[in-house]
């Protein structure tokens, strides 16, 4: 009778542990848990302790009560009710999305899922599981935002990002389209029969060379309709992303870009010339587009993945934050491309209008100081008066802003001085910082295509050759003066009227 007695009494204890051990795990599941009784007007039976957390209920309060006894919003509570009776009376599982205030008075969106547990001879329970997806949410909302930006400088550049898999043959392919980025697969046998038959044994020749681990990089351009129902100009760039151990690729990552209107400009003799330089950037943009599109689109495509696996607060802020350092980049990244390409085909275009220079350039003083090394001052300099010129504003601001950029991005420590000053004949203006200054044997090329000072920074190497181009479009001068270790002043000079702006005539 005795090994009877604690027979049973160790598996009333083994039943009171395992009872326990499940009262512990749905406790702390992440997620609010609750039982509703369909047979005695919904009412719940069980409720866990997210419930407060959710509902500013305690789960002890909640149990006995109806929705309709919880909830002071009627309409809240009754819609939760229809939500039961549409379980009840279908017999399936139904998700709910929903949004409730919460008792803190924020704003929450509630993911549910409910279906019916049935019991022999009573009424069915509904079981109930609801997550906090506020904050999920609100990261999509915001991907969603950097997304359309990607997609319409995309779009704008005609560019399509490419990566591909060259043991399998399939690449996935993205291209803008009404403000968001699309990605379709397709195979490389059906983009390559779109080439133009002229250019497909040049194809396959680089294609073939890529994929024996003979080159590295890919850079042609050919005829093709893919994108359109007739052959235009493609340019494509790529290197490879992953290779086996023998150096011989195995993924890919590149863009395909519509050049067509830089290849027409080659018929007449300014495009030959234009063309002619082309040749050379293209040399250039091998070498540096390809690392610098691949970067900011990695670090998207990588930190978007582990955004959506982590609930950690600071780091999915140290994601997001990376996140648009990089669209912010590439953004730039194309900008540079386009206002490169428009200078090739002779199209930048300059819309002159009266402006005040003090409007111009004291903006950028609180912009650049948030972009500032800690420590590092932002000065803006003047005579102390404001003058009105004829000129192009925004060209001249994107001048100034590149010089500001620069000068931010090799300066941590100091300041950053900037300003104008007349001349006899219009306006000298100027960026100086304290920053790491130039080597005596890259000054001359400064202002040249795709030179950088650093390769470990981020940049395309365009920026000064663009303001070069605007400058001299202007009739003005621009140059450099720096010492190694001694920072830097870039400068410009435009002619023009300076007429100086009396306020206090204004305001009377």
């Not at 506020?134 to 779009?155: D, F, H, M, P, V």
């Not at 005040?356 to 350039?361: A, I, K, P, R």
């Not at 950088?452 to 202007?474: A, E, H, P, R, Y």
Request: charged share 25%; proline share 3%; aromatic share 10%.
């Amino acid at each position: 009778m005795t090994s009877v007695n604690t027979d049973a009494n160790a598996l009333e204890q083994k039943y009171k542990d395992l009872s326990g051990l499940l009262s512990n795990i749905v406790n702390s599941v992440p997620m609010f848990l609750f039982v509703k009784d369909t047979g005695d007007e919904f009412r719940y039976v069980y409720s866990s302790p997210m419930m407060n957390q959710l509902y500013g209920r305690y789960q002890d309060s909640v149990e006995g009560k109806t929705d309709f006894d919880l909830f002071t919003d009627p309409v809240a509570a009754q819609s939760f009710r229809d939500m039961d009776e549409e379980v009840l009376r279908s017999g399936e599982m139904k998700r709910f999305v929903e949004q409730m205030v919460d008792p803190h008075g924020v704003l929450r969106t509630i993911d549910t899922m409910k279906f019916l547990v049935p019991r022999e001879g009573k009424s069915p329970y509904i079981l109930g599981m609801s997550w906090d997806i506020t904050n999920q949410n609100q990261i999509e909302q915001e991907l969603k935002g950097y997304n359309k930006r990607l997609a319409l400088s995309c779009q704008a550049g005609r560019i399509y990002p490419w990566i591909w898999d060259v043991v399998t043959e399939m690449a996935e392919l993205s291209y803008g389209e009404n403000g968001e980025m699309v990605n379709t697969y397709i195979t490389h046998e059906s983009f390559t029969e779109k080439i133009h038959p002229d250019d497909q044994q040049l194809y396959k020749n680089v294609i073939d060379a890529f994929v024996r681990g003979e080159i590295s990089s890919i850079k042609l351009s050919f005829r093709c309709k893919y994108f359109s129902d007739e052959y235009v100009w493609i340019e494509k760039i790529g290197e490879i992303y992953e290779a086996d151990e023998n150096g011989k690729p195995l993924k890919a990552i590149g863009i395909l870009r519509d050049i067509t209107v830089d290849k027409r400009h080659e018929e007449d003799v300014r495009a030959k010339r234009l063309a002619e330089e082309s040749n050379r950037m293209k040399s250039a943009f091998i070498a540096n587009m390809s690392h610098e599109i691949r970067t900011p689109l990695n670090a998207i495509v990588g930190f978007s993945t582990l955004l959506a696996q982590t609930d950690n607060e600071e780091e999915k802020q140290e994601y997001l934050k990376i996140i648009e350092s990089s669209n912010d980049f590439l953004l730039q990244l194309i900008n540079d491309i386009l206002d490169i390409s428009k200078i090739e085909s002779g199209k930048l275009e300059f819309v002159y209008t009266t402006f005040s220079l003090n409007e111009m350039f004291k903006p950028q003083e609180h912009a650049f100081a948030l972009r500032a090394e800690p420590g590092v001052k932002v000065i803006f300099e003047n005579d102390g008066n404001d003058y009105s010129i004829i000129s192009e504003k925004t060209r001249l601001t994107q001048v100034i802003t590149n010089f500001l950029s620069n000068a931010v991005k090799f300066t941590s420590s100091g300041s950053i001085r900037y300003g104008y000053k007349l001349t006899e004949n219009g306006i000298y203006g100027y960026v100086t910082d304290t920053g790491t200054g130039i080597k005596k044997e890259f000054r001359k090329s400064i202002f040249d295509r795709f030179v950088k000072l650093d390769n470990f920074k981020q940049g395309t190497g365009l920026g000064l050759s663009i303001c070069k181009t605007i400058v001299t479009m202007l009739n003005g001068e621009i140059g450099v003066e720096s010492e190694e270790g001694s920072g830097s002043t870039f400068w410009f000079t435009i002619p023009c009227d300076p007429i100086k702006i009396n306020r206090s005539s204004e305001v009377g």
